[in-house]
Structures are given as C-alpha cells and as structure tokens.
C-alpha cells in the first residue's frame, strides 16, 4: 500500500491508494507521540517535566506544540537523557503514522523533522 503525506497550510494529509484525504493536524498528532513518550516514563517523572516545560514558557499543549523549543528545553533539563525520550517520541510518531522510517546515525529531533517533511511513504 503506498501512502503519500501531503502538507497544505501546516496541516498533513495522509492519501491513501484508495485516493481519500485523511486531515493529519501535525502539532497534535506530534503532541500525542511526544506525550505517549513523556508517559512511558511514568506519571511522576511526566508531572515534573511538564511543570519544568511550563516555567521555562514551552507550551505543553496540542494546539501551540513546539517539538523544537521542547527539544531545547528537555536537553536542558535531562541532558543527553532528553535524546531517549525524542527516540520514543519518534518511534511513537512512527507508529501513529503507521510509517517505518530508521535513521539510526540521526538525533531524534531530526528523525522527527525527517518524517513530518517526507512527502512519500511506503
């Protein structure tokens, strides 16, 4: 089955071989990988990145998501811990996103980048 992703004003629309347009919302399906990630590390661990994210004025919110000021935040809060939870958010976008894409020599951030500026995928 080929499967295109297609980006019209910042929203993603999965084409399917059956030719229908399925509306992806990039900042929410991004925010739904990335909180599935901060989840797996357990509750009390998500609570605190979260409070920390919101002092350090990133939006923790499906609607306003920043992957990239999120990035720099959580690298400066976990240090090079902040790499395994991007990896779980990718592998979640992956998975939500029904793609499998493997950049092993890439950071996570730019696997992230990576999968929401491909255009065609199989």
């Avoid at 297609?6 to 900042?27: E, M, P, Q, T």
């Avoid at 902040?82 to 990896?87: F, I, R, S, T, Y």
């Amino acid at each position: 089955m080929l499967i295109f992703i297609i980006k019209v004003d910042n929203r993603f629309y999965s084409l399917r071989d059956s030719g229908r347009a399925v509306a992806l919302d990039a900042k929410k399906t991004l925010w739904k990988a990335t909180e599935d990630a901060l989840n797996s590390l357990g509750k009390s661990t998500m609570q605190m990145i979260t409070w920390q994210m919101n002092k350090m004025d990133v939006e923790m919110a499906p609607d306003n998501f920043d992957i990239k000021k999120f990035a720099v935040a959580l690298n400066g809060l976990l240090g090079e811990g902040a790499e395994m939870v991007l990896n779980l958010a990718y592998a979640n976008l992956c998975r939500q996103l029904k793609i499998d894409l493997a950049d092993p020599g890439l950071p996570a951030l730019d696997k992230i980048n990576r999968v929401l500026e491909t255009k065609k995928m199989n």
